[in-house]
């Protein structure tokens, strides 16, 4: 009979028991600003957007795949790989963009957190807004990320608030899996920038940027060698990637798909067809599905801005301080990462400040969203290139359908892009 050591032991050595990259970025690609693109596709098109995720989970997973590899087999972030690869002008072209374009949707989601917690609780939504904008800061700067990891992987569960949601409805399956692959669309404007959307706030370059950097995180916790300098460890390790990235990007889209499902049934079939923000559709959800489903959609959103924030704000650290040649990582002591730990706070302290000025929290998301657009084509066709150049990767380059997977990723998002500018136009 097998022993419960043996048992504990198997279970132990199983990749899901070490989730974490691929888990923490799949959440916060639910951040509030993908809330609120989720929540408007439901509320404006009903059944009609849940299509666009499980087209967009295997594209993403493959991507965030391909990034945690290159970062797991190199020991190096993605911009550090990117400047030792190709022209100084490409490393500080996206680097620069990645940072405006985080800095506006750090806006957008503190905006979101503290208007739904002063909804929530009362209060100055501004002041709510600060306090989690410095607790989050905080956790970043002070908890070492050997700890620090520890919360974001708790926090994960906040999602699960979104399916707890849907529990409280009555769904009929039936319509929702005809209309699932067979939506009844009209080949119009409104319908093709919800599509841009939902694939733009989907597969955004900070993941890109943060997952490849995690994997080093995590390396450098465990004292673990680049996977060049130890190939007894690719086996179990790759292995591992792939469990965390597609499990990870698969609790991603579900959710995105209940937040799209929860929408259309409540919000769309009670004639609410324009919701602009997470706190405003967390609101209307309230007078239709009752307060316990308002405090579970309300739990979600700040859960995930406490994952998404931080993502948004460390990955522009990342790619700052790997481009400039810094010092960094969340497990470095503040004083000796100054200038990488002082990009994480003006990003997120000039995302807060924005709050306090004319711009629109919701222009600032769609200009970041532009901008994601526009930095992810390029982005995608540079990764591709590094992944499958064994200069960079060796003997663990990517090759076959995940390197198809992604050039079929690239592909659809030149689309995106290309329908993107063309509504901006």
């Known amino acids: 009979m097998t022993s419960l050591k043996s048992i504990r032991e198997r279970l132990a050595a199983h990749p899901l028991a070490r989730v974490g990259p691929g888990l923490i970025t799949g959440v916060a690609d639910d951040d509030p600003s993908g809330i609120a693109t989720y929540s408007q596709a439901g509320a404006q098109f009903g059944l009609n957007m849940l299509w666009t995720m499980p087209l967009t989970f295997p594209l993403m997973a493959a991507v965030q795949s391909i990034c945690g590899r290159i970062g797991r087999v190199t020991g190096n972030g993605l911009a550090f790989n990117i400047r030792q690869s190709f022209p100084a002008w490409v490393t500080v072209s996206v680097v620069a963009l990645l940072l405006v374009a985080n800095t506006l949707n750090i806006a957008a989601d503190v905006a979101s957190m503290g208007?739904?917690?002063?909804?929530?609780?009362?209060?100055?939504?501004h002041w709510m807004t600060a306090a989690l904008v410095f607790i989050s800061l905080g956790l970043q700067v002070w908890v070492p990320y050997h700890r620090y990891v520890h919360v974001l992987r708790w926090l994960t569960l906040s999602l699960l608030a979104y399916g707890g949601v849907l529990l409280t409805l009555h769904v009929p399956w039936g319509e929702v899996l005809s209309?699932?692959?067979?939506?009844?669309?009209?080949?119009?404007?409104?319908?093709?920038?919800?599509?841009?959307?939902?694939?733009?706030?989907?597969?955004?370059?900070?993941?890109?940027?943060?997952?490849?950097?995690?994997?080093?995180?995590?390396?450098?916790?465990?004292?673990?060698?680049?996977?060049?300098?130890?190939?007894?460890?690719?086996?179990?390790?790759?292995?591992?990637?792939?469990?965390?990235?597609?499990?990870g990007m698969l609790y991603s889209n579900l959710i995105?798909?209940?937040?799209?499902?929860?929408?259309?049934?409540?919000?769309?079939?009670?004639?609410?067809?324009?919701?602009?923000?997470?706190?405003?559709?967390?609101?209307?959800?309230?007078?239709?599905?009752?307060?316990?489903?308002?405090?579970?959609?309300?739990?979600?959103?700040?859960?995930?801005?406490?994952?998404?924030?931080p993502v948004l704000a460390g990955s522009a650290g990342y790619a700052i301080a790997e481009a400039m040649g810094w010092p960094w990582g969340l497990e470095v002591e503040a004083l000796h990462a100054w200038r990488f730990y002082s990009v994480i706070a003006g990003s997120m302290l000039v995302g807060f400040g924005l709050g306090f000025t004319p711009i629109n929290p919701i222009r600032a998301l769609f200009y970041s969203a532009v901008i994601n657009g526009l930095v992810a084509v390029p982005l995608l066709v540079v990764i591709l290139l590094l992944a499958a150049r064994s200069a960079v990767m060796g003997p663990y380059r990517v090759r076959g359908r995940l390197l198809a997977l992604g050039w079929i990723t690239a592909g659809v998002m030149a689309l995106a892009a290309i329908g993107m500018i063309l509504p901006a136009s």
Do not use: K
């Not at 208007?115 to 939504?125: K, P, Q, W």
């Open 115 to 125: 208007e739904v917690t002063a909804i929530s609780l009362g209060g100055n939504r």
């Open 256 to 309: 995105a798909y209940a937040i799209i499902l929860t929408t259309a049934l409540t919000l769309h079939a009670t004639g609410v067809t324009n919701i602009q923000t997470a706190a405003e559709a967390a609101a209307a959800l309230r007078p239709i599905a009752g307060d316990f489903a308002f405090y579970l959609f309300a739990l979600g959103i700040l859960g995930v801005g406490l994952i998404g924030v």
């Open 179 to 247: 209309r699932t692959f067979a939506p009844h669309l009209r080949a119009d404007t409104a319908t093709a920038t919800v599509v841009v959307g939902l694939f733009g706030t989907t597969i955004s370059p900070y993941l890109f940027f943060w997952q490849c950097s995690e994997e080093v995180e995590d390396m450098r916790a465990t004292r673990a060698a680049p996977l060049l300098a130890d190939p007894a460890a690719s086996a179990p390790e790759l292995r591992r990637i792939r469990w965390d990235t597609w499990s």
